[in-house]
């Protein structure tokens, strides 16, 4: 099971990196311009020249679908790298200062745990509006209790150990115990949960833009580019077939980099 765990974690690292990679080279395999209508190619079949076609303003669609990864990409790592430095930060500081620190940071976190995830989310982008920073800020701050919750309860079991005991004993003070000794112990978890998040946080961000909600046109990203392609589903299909694929793979590359961390760390195995 393990060995099959890391070998999931190596497919996903590979798939990643192709999606990434085709996103931030995107201007150098299409040299179509994605924001640049075309009347004349209105409606064009999957051919050399367009390769899944173009949309009913003449734009490129794998242009788009590439252009489109490249924010939604940033979007999903600004928002985890977010949401993991809030609850991380908090649940370090709930665990070591604790008494009225700890109180009022864990009741702040169980009131943002109250709403449902995506609930929540819509939430926060009707009050901080549509963008790619606010979408970042949203989700940041939406899946940030969790972090809290995970750092909190790792971090007080840690400082209940011998050798924090002992780190007292020689004069180490409470943020070298957390940061120093404290967190690497349970940083991988961290990770796992990190990759796992990652995965969720591209789906949601591309329903958001699906709904119109998230980044707004003509900046493309992948939700909106399927949003386009909605409307002439029976006409064009493959205009959503590939960004579909594209957002599908994405998100389970980040799944199976999560299995592969989570197996690589796991000591009972």
């Known amino acids: 099971m393990r060995r099959r765990g890391l070998a999931r974690g190596t497919l996903g690292a590979w798939l990643l990196a192709l999606v990434v990679a085709s996103a931030l080279l995107g201007p150098e395999l299409v040299p179509h311009d994605p924001l640049e209508p075309d009347y004349r190619a209105r409606f064009a079949a999957p051919s050399a020249e367009h390769w899944l076609g173009t949309d009913g303003l003449g734009r490129d669609v794998f242009a788009r679908a590439l252009a489109g990864g490249r924010v939604s990409l940033v979007i999903t790592g600004a928002a985890t790298l977010l949401a993991l430095t809030v609850g991380l930060i908090a649940g370090l500081a709930a665990a070591g200062v604790r008494g009225?620190?700890?109180?009022?940071?864990?009741?702040?976190?169980?009131?943002?745990?109250?709403?449902?995830?995506?609930?929540?989310?819509?939430?926060?982008?009707?009050?901080?509006?549509?963008?790619?920073?606010?979408?970042?800020?949203?989700?940041?701050?939406?899946?940030?209790?969790?972090?809290?919750?995970?750092?909190?309860?790792?971090?007080?079991?840690?400082?209940?150990?011998?050798?924090?005991?002992?780190?007292?004993?020689?004069?180490?003070?409470?943020?070298?115990?957390?940061?120093?000794?404290?967190?690497?112990?349970?940083?991988?978890?961290?990770?796992?949960?990190?990759?796992?998040?990652?995965?969720?946080?591209?789906?949601?961000?591309?329903?958001?833009?699906?709904?119109?909600?998230?980044?707004?046109?003509?900046t493309p990203s992948w939700g909106n580019v399927l949003q386009d392609a909605r409307a002439f589903l029976t006409r064009q299909p493959w205009a959503a077939l590939g960004p579909g694929l594209v957002l599908a793979s994405a998100a389970l590359a980040f799944q199976f980099v999560a299995d592969g961390v989570r197996d690589r760390l796991d000591r009972r195995s």
């Open 100 to 218: 009225a620190v700890d109180l009022v940071l864990t009741r702040a976190f169980d009131a943002l745990l109250a709403f449902p995830g995506f609930l929540l989310v819509l939430l926060l982008v009707a009050v901080l509006g549509g963008g790619v920073w606010q979408t970042v800020a949203a989700l940041g701050v939406a899946g940030s209790p969790l972090y809290f919750r995970l750092t909190r309860g790792f971090a007080r079991q840690e400082l209940q150990r011998d050798y924090v005991t002992a780190g007292i004993a020689l004069g180490a003070g409470r943020a070298r115990l957390l940061f120093r000794y404290a967190l690497p112990n349970f940083a991988g978890a961290l990770a796992v949960q990190a990759a796992s998040t990652a995965a969720t946080f591209l789906l949601v961000e591309a329903s958001l833009s699906y709904l119109g909600l998230g980044v707004p046109l003509p």
